[in-house]
């Protein structure tokens, strides 16, 4: 299980921090990631954290901007997003897979969670 936390609606600029905590060891999983969704819209790839967390994996769209990790001890993975833009607006989801195929596939997940909600507006 998979569990969200830390979204809210802030204005153009600010910064947020997401938190996903897992109910097992996160060590089992070959991947684990952020993925966003807008209504109509497909959910997207967001960033990545192959392994212990080393080897991180962002969309063009929030490269430089925001930062993936995992704390293998607690469990836990992180999202840390600065600079943040109207366009950000979505809900967002972790997600995590024991084999690693294609990332950016939602298809390739094997755990989802249930989303935070995350709106960037003045």
């Known amino acids: 299980q998979l569990v969200e936390s830390g979204g809210g609606v802030v204005p153009p600029g600010a910064s947020l921090n997401l938190s996903c905590a897992a109910s097992?060891?996160?060590?089992?999983?070959?991947?684990m990631s952020w993925f966003r969704q807008v209504p109509g819209k497909e959910r997207v790839f967001v960033a990545g954290?192959?392994?212990?967390?080393?080897?991180?994996f962002y969309s063009d769209s929030v490269k430089g901007r925001w930062t993936i990790s995992k704390n293998n001890a607690k469990n836990t993975l992180h999202l840390q997003m600065s600079n943040l833009k109207s366009e950000d607006t979505a809900v967002y989801y972790c997600?995590?897979?024991?084999?690693?195929?294609?990332?950016?596939?939602?298809?390739?997940?094997?755990?989802w969670g249930r989303g935070t909600q995350v709106t960037v507006s003045s």
């Open positions: 097992g060891p996160i060590i089992d999983f070959s991947i």
């Open positions: 954290a192959w392994g212990r967390g080393v080897t991180t």
């Open positions: 997600a995590a897979a024991r084999v690693l195929h294609r990332y950016t596939d939602t298809a390739d997940y094997d755990y």
